[in-house]
């Protein structure tokens, strides 16, 4: 059977931020010794919108698993080389795949069998010969809740952002990324402005909408390939790939200077502006995530005591 391979940490969590797109249609990968019955089933979900890989070699699940983002492995019991039930134990040990779903499909009727090959750490089991509609329905099911459930681990309920948690571990690899490649990169913590005063003032509703609109306008300003999250509270928190200090410097005032120009309305239709402060710090000249954010940090503050709303570096 295919031995596990190491896997980072890093790989994990990039893994988990693609495979939580909700418009991705849902990749099945399958794997099954019989190769007409792994193509009808993988016309099945294909008819059904799903993107589906077929392997008959279970060795080559592993390899396979880097490139194909696999929502659900579908795996035939009995195969010559390795059983299914020894590549779920193998799936299992990988760190990154603790949490894939693995579906048996197989013409074994007898209970006993089946509790064993489920106890090897499987979800599931699919009796031969399978209804098209079961197939389907199981599957999507399944590869749902397991995107629900991602999702929840990644981000921020209230702006759909990255949460605290996934900025860092994102800002350590491409931190690593960047030093490996020696190319330029910003890390902006920002912080609105009195925002104690928002929630004093016209409720933790309006708060919250304040909060919202930051939230998007960061995403629809910085490019697709910067990481933007809310790191808690009224602070959110952006890795900016490939962007020197005075760029990103550029790109945070202009940001700034428009979040400052919307107007928000509050509860009694009174109408009100909000200002945030942002703390940049950048690689080359800081060389771990850690000094990084720190620098971030004190930046910030920075900002807060020269007067609010102003972008230090
Ligand atoms: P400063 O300019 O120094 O940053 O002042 P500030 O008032 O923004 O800072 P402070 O840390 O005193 O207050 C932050 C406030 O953010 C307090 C807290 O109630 C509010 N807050 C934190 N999380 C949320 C949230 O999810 N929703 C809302 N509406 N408010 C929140
Ligand atoms: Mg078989
Ligand atoms: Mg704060
Ligand atoms: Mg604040």
Known sequence: CTKPVKTVEMVEILDLITDTTPAEPFHILIVDDDPDLAQYHALILEQAGMVTRVLSDPAEVLQQ?????????????????????????????????????????????????????????????????????????EIRLRAERM???????????????????????????????????????????????????????????????????????????????????????????????????????QVLDTLRLNFAEVTFVGAGGQQFHCSFSAGLAALPDFTDAATLQEAADRALYLAKRRGRNRVEC
């Open 147 to 249: 995107r629900t459930l991602r999702s929840l681990m990644v981000r921020d309920s209230l702006t759909g952002l990255f949460n605290h948690n996934t900025i860092l571990q994102l800002l350590e690899i491409a931190v690593a990324a960047a030093l490996r490649g020696n190319t330029p990169l910003s890390f902006a913590m920002i912080d609105i402005d009195r925002f104690k005063q928002v929630n004093d003032g016209h409720g933790h509703n309006i708060g919250d909408q304040v909060l919202m609109a930051l939230g998007r306008s960061l995403r629809l300003r910085m490019r697709e390939s910067d990481v933007v999250g809310r790191y808690g509270g009224e602070e959110f928190a952006v890795v900016m790939l490939g962007a020197t200090a005075e760029r990103a410097q």
């Open 65 to 137: 698993l880097e490139t194909f983002k696999a929502d659900l492995v579908l795996i035939d019991l009995y195969m010559p080389r390795c059983s299914g039930l020894e590549l779920a134990q193998v799936l299992r040990q990988v760190p990154r795949h603790i949490s894939l779903p693995i579906i048996y499909v197989s013409s074994e009727t007898d209970a006993a069998r089946q509790f064993k090959a489920l106890a090897a750490g499987a979800d599931g089991f699919l009796t031969k010969p399978l209804e098209p509609q079961r197939l389907v329905t």
